[in-house]
């Protein structure tokens, strides 16, 4: 159909390019943020587009149904002010069915953020975390400054003072906690480092002179303790790690179904199956409250109606946190979303209603 094609092209063509301005706008604020951390030699600037791609679809999940909430109420607006709107009706052809027109296109785009939550956000989530804990071993005596303990993946270290070149450290303590459950702890002081440079190696290697070196067993009081004149500490940049978080946020679909019983779960596991609904919930609010006349413009509805669906997901996001603490269960999502979609359909309808309730109204009176 001719109105469908032409519907189809004015939303995807304006919701599009207030994604990508929306995008900019967040993607720009994460970038200078991530720059100013470059600047301070706590991250390799030859990563700060790495980070952006992994994080970018974690941003999508919020931008793309805003944005095409936005491209709605502009399309239709529009259509209203050019007087589009009274040529259509004209015909036969109401609001409520060109929305009709556009459930096609409003579930391609439920799809897509379908995707976005349940596949692409946890797994650039997961390869940020990677990226950043391979990079904080790799960088963690670059990332050392006088006098403040430095996380570095499984190291901590201190140092006392250092060198304007960085080779050179004082007072030296650093802490390795155990990869693997059971083996011990490892805790070294010394009172001087040395950083070495070698060909073709990306692990930070390090002479520590004069010192101790302890392994510690937690929970346990048992423990070693040695002496040594001269110590070569090898950080390595393990690039194969494999990614293992308690963020749930990250946790693949298929893990969260396995444990679907916790709160925490419950309240991810929601989030990412009734959130890609709030679409349908945006087509329905904006055939509600896209109608204005000429004069007033196809801007004078936008803000409040971008009030109503920014609620919308402020409520989503409510309930997500109350679910987290078991006070509420997973059935709060589909039920917000049926109340806002509830009271859209009301609304939209509010011409053919209004005469009705009248008519009941005077009948009971009489």
Request: overall charge positive; glycine content about 6%; proline content about 4%.
């Amino acid at each position: 159909m001719i109105i469908r094609r032409y519907l189809v092209k004015q939303v995807v063509s304006t919701s599009l390019v207030v994604v990508a301005l929306l995008t900019l706008i967040f993607m720009g604020g994460q970038l200078i943020k991530q720059f100013g951390r470059a600047a301070m030699g706590r991250i390799d600037p030859s990563i700060l587009f790495s980070i952006i791609g992994f994080r970018f679809p974690e941003f999508l999940i919020l931008i793309l149904p805003l944005g095409f909430f936005i491209g709605l109420m502009l399309v239709f607006g529009r259509l209203y002010v050019d007087h589009e709107m009274a040529v259509l009706n004209g015909s036969g052809i109401s609001r409520i069915q060109l929305a009709r027109l556009l459930i096609p296109l409003t579930l391609v785009y439920l799809i897509a953020q379908s995707v976005l939550m349940v596949w692409m956000a946890p797994a650039g989530l997961r390869q940020y975390e990677q990226l950043m804990s391979t990079q904080a071993v790799k960088t963690g005596f670059d990332s050392v400054r006088p006098r403040e303990f430095i996380s570095a993946g499984m190291y901590t270290i201190y140092a006392g003072s250092l060198s304007e070149d960085r080779k050179n450290l004082k007072d030296v303590f650093v802490y390795k906690r155990a990869e693997k459950t059971g083996k011990p702890d490892e805790i070294i002081l010394a009172k001087e480092a040395t950083r070495i440079e070698i060909a073709n190696d990306a692990a930070s290697v390090v002479d520590l002179v004069q010192g101790r070196r302890y392994e510690i067993y937690p929970g346990s009081a048992k423990y070693s303790q040695a002496e040594f004149q001269t110590w070569r500490l090898r950080i390595e940049s393990d690039k194969e790690a494999k990614y293992d978080s308690g963020d749930v946020e990250a946790l693949s679909f298929n893990k969260l179904l396995d444990a679907k019983d916790d709160p925490v779960i419950q309240s991810e596991l929601g989030w990412r199956i009734f959130v890609p609904f709030s679409m349908v919930v945006a087509l329905m609010l904006a055939t509600a409250l896209c109608e204005v006349t000429p004069r007033q413009g196809r801007y004078l509805k936008l803000f409040p109606a971008l009030l109503i669906f920014a609620s919308l997901i402020a409520v989503l996001m409510a309930v997500r946190t109350r679910i987290t603490k078991d006070e509420i269960g997973m059935w709060a999502y589909p039920a917000v979303l049926l109340i806002y979609a509830v009271f859209a359909a009301l609304f939209a309808r509010k011409q053919k209603l209004a005469p009705k309730i009248k008519k009941q109204i005077q009948r009971v009176r009489s």
